[in-house]
């Protein structure tokens, strides 16, 4: 390798694309394709990136294995960026096999962390941390200990863990310092605001206060029944009901659990769950028969009571009733959430991140888009979504993943 090669990854490694550039933008050798390549998605240019990082590879002998497994995992890490979610996640693998079996372990580490990072996106936090498990951080750089730990920190606050958390991100920003990385101090120091803003609502006993990540780690850690709005399931002492695909039955028994320990009138019950304006005697039919679901939903739990005016919730062993919901609701919050991150998302990425179907997904971005709360750019398979700020809305908790319990 030329010292005008050397010099251009060493600018690279330090976070100066245009120093890289400098000595390599007029080369259309294989090596210098990579590191322009390289440099373009540090400046931000995706496709210009993607497309010399293709080149690079096309460029080098078959021989050169481990040139061309880094430049799959540079290509991972723009599809990573950019939120193309629908890159095959077995090249990365086969790359990180060529690079550990070369002894490149520094790009071997790096493909791991790019894997988790997209599996953490997806919600598959358990198989994130599985990828991260075998990595030695004594013999990694600290750009490669840092990202490690900003993963490690994503998978604590996913399961709601706030003092792990707090710890991977301390050390995280500590690493990135280390590295002189400026770019990833300052992500850093961003998703660690997660876990001092506003995260869920706790509504219980007639009151409402706003809870940070601790705060709710806390509440789910409690003996209370907690109706837990932000994942639709119903959580006491290590049981947990899911009724994320029966919106009936929890929006009777959020209502319940709200105005506990009083009873709520039926005609209210019919409001929230059915949306009538009057309690008509179909409506009062339905909501017996729903009742009695909802009564078999939480066998064991709590029980529902009829009362002269309505029905009253009744926990069997809790000694309280809480209901932890979203500081801000919204119809797709899912949706929201993920866009929140701050980067530019294709409609069949948040389909794959949320598991559902990207129809769903689409209706739901054209919905965002009447009501300004999102906005698209680009057209074909070049659209791309994202939204503005919206103050207070939570990520967290919204995201694709398991909560303690599930």
């Known amino acids: 390798m030329d010292s005008l090669i050397t010099a251009a990854a060493r600018a690279l490694g330090a976070g100066d694309p245009l120093g890289a550039l400098k000595r390599v933008a007029l080369r259309d050798d294989a090596p210098a394709l990579a590191l322009r390549g390289i440099a373009m998605a540090q400046l931000g240019d995706l496709e210009r990136a993607k497309a010399l990082l293709k080149a690079a590879g ?5 021989r050169e294995a481990v040139a061309r497994a880094r430049c799959v995992v540079a290509e991972a890490e ?5 939120r193309d979610l629908s890159w095959q ?20 580490a790096h493909a791991a962390n790019l894997a988790a990072r997209r599996l953490l996106l997806i919600g598959q936090v358990d198989e994130a941390e599985r990828v991260l498990a075998p990595l030695d951080l004594q013999q990694l750089p600290a750009a490669s200990v840092a990202v490690h730990q900003l993963v490690s920190a994503g998978i604590a606050v996913r399961r709601v863990q706030t003092g792990p958390g707090r710890l991977a991100f301390e050390r995280a920003l500590a690493a990135a310092r280390q590295a002189g990385m400026h770019s990833l101090v300052a992500e850093i120091e961003a998703d660690a605001r997660v876990l001092e803003t506003p995260a869920a609502r706790l509504i219980g006993g007639g009151n409402e206060r706003s809870l940070t990540l601790a705060g709710v780690e806390q509440v789910l850690a409690s003996e209370a029944l907690v109706v837990d709005a932000t994942r639709n399931v119903v959580r006491q002492a ?17 209502a319940l659990a709200e105005t506990w320990p009083k009873d709520v009138s039926r005609a209210r019950l019919v409001a929230e769950a059915f949306r009538g304006k009057e309690a008509d005697e179909s409506h009062r039919a339905r909501l017996r028969v729903e009742m009695g679901r909802l009564r078999s939903e939480l066998a064991g739990i709590a029980e529902i009571n009829a009362t002269m005016a309505g029905f009253a919730l009744v926990p069997v062993a809790a000694r309280e009733v809480v209901v932890l919901a ?3 609701e919204d119809q797709h919050a899912g949706v929201l959430a993920l866009l929140a991150d701050g980067e530019a998302w294709a409609s069949s990425a948040l389909a ?5 179907s990207p129809r769903t997904v689409q209706r739901a971005l054209e919905q965002l888009a009447e009501a300004g709360k999102a906005q698209s750019f680009g057209r074909g398979r070049a659209l791309r979504w ?17 909560l303690p319990g599930d």
């Open 89 to 108: 996640p077995k090249a990365l693998e086969a790359a990180q096999r060529v690079l550990e079996a070369q002894g490149d372990r520094v790009n071997a």
């Open 78 to 82: 723009i599809a990573l960026v950019s």
């Open 386 to 402: 994202i939204t503005p700020p919206v103050p207070g809305f939570p990520t967290a908790l919204l995201l694709p993943g398991p």
């Open 238 to 254: 290590g049981s947990v009901v899911h009724l994320a695909t029966r919106p009936v039955l929890f929006a009777l028994l959020r």
């Open 352 to 356: 794959i991140a949320l598991g559902t």
């Open 326 to 328: 979203p500081p801000v």
């Open 58 to 62: 096309r460029a080098f002998h078959v």
